[in-house]
T-cell receptor
Framework: ETGVTQTPRHLVMGMTNKKSLKCEQH?????MYWYKQSAKKPLELMFV???????ENNSVPSRFSPECPNSSHLFLHLHTLQPEDSALYLC??????????????FGPGTRLTVL | DQQVKQNSPSLSVQEGRISILNCDYT??????FLWYKKYPAEGPTFLIS?????DKNEDGRFTVFLNKSAKHLSLHIVPSQPGDSAVYFC????????????FGDGTTLTVKP
């Protein structure tokens, strides 16, 4: 596997379920990101991790719980979600904390539907 | 307040012609601007970037122009090819806000054969 992978690619869950999204990067990068893309809205940064430490929580509700056990893996634990949380969740990584001069590499995303 | 805006949700051009995608921003503190391309069922992929100290950057068929006084950047694709059909996002970042990026809504480009 190369690049950034995300599993599952599609997820349908009820509001009372607990599920987790997984992201893995095979690029040796130090920083990882979760983004949310809702329909007809720009990508919204949710969380940033640098060397496994969370450096940014962009006012994300606590029903979204990230976990970064090492620099290669990033999880997003979901519980008691709302239908408005249905969106495409994208994971990305960059060599170091992104300053714009280098680039972020994105995974294909997980399409989440909350019923 | 949306700091990065792409006011055209879609654009359609003929193969071989020029495609011009536009992006406006409000924050004069942005240091870097990037364009990403996204195909359906894939994540965005980096296309080209420009530093705020430059006004033009070229990479093959892709050129990005930055007009700081107008707070406007544009992506030119020439000649356009059917494989360029995708959603294009512009993004901006500040060196003082490492790790944070602000994206536009995206413009769907369709290149007709």
């Amino acid at each position: 596997e190369t690049g950034v992978t995300q599993t599952p690619r599609h997820l349908v869950m009820g509001m009372t379920n607990k599920k987790s999204l997984k992201c893995e990067q095979h690029l040796g990068h130090n920083a990882m990101y979760w983004y949310k893309q809702s329909a007809k809205k720009p990508l919204e940064l949710m969380f940033v991790y640098n060397f496994k430490e969370q450096t940014e929580n962009n006012s994300v509700p606590s029903r979204f719980s990230p976990e970064c056990p090492n620099s290669s893996h990033l999880f997003l634990h979901l519980h008691t979600l709302q239908p408005e949380d249905s969106a495409l969740y994208l994971c990305a990584s960059s060599q170091d904390l992104w300053r714009g001069a280098d680039t972020q590499y994105f995974g294909p995303g997980t399409r989440l539907t909350v019923l | 307040d949306q700091q990065v805006k792409q006011n055209s949700p879609s654009l359609s051009v003929q193969e071989g012609r020029i495609s011009i995608l536009n992006c406006d921003y409000t924050n004069s503190m942005f240091d870097y601007f990037l364009w990403y391309k996204k195909y359906p069922a894939e994540g965005p992929t980096f296309l080209i970037s420009i530093s705020s100290i430059k006004d033009k950057n070229e990479d093959g068929r892709f050129t990005v122009f930055l007009n700081k006084s107008a707070k406007h950047l544009s992506l030119h694709i020439v000649p356009s090819q059917p494989g360029d059909s995708a959603v294009y996002f512009c993004a901006a970042s500040m060196n003082t806000n490492a790790g944070k990026s602000t994206f536009g809504d995206g413009t769907t480009l369709t290149v007709k054969p």
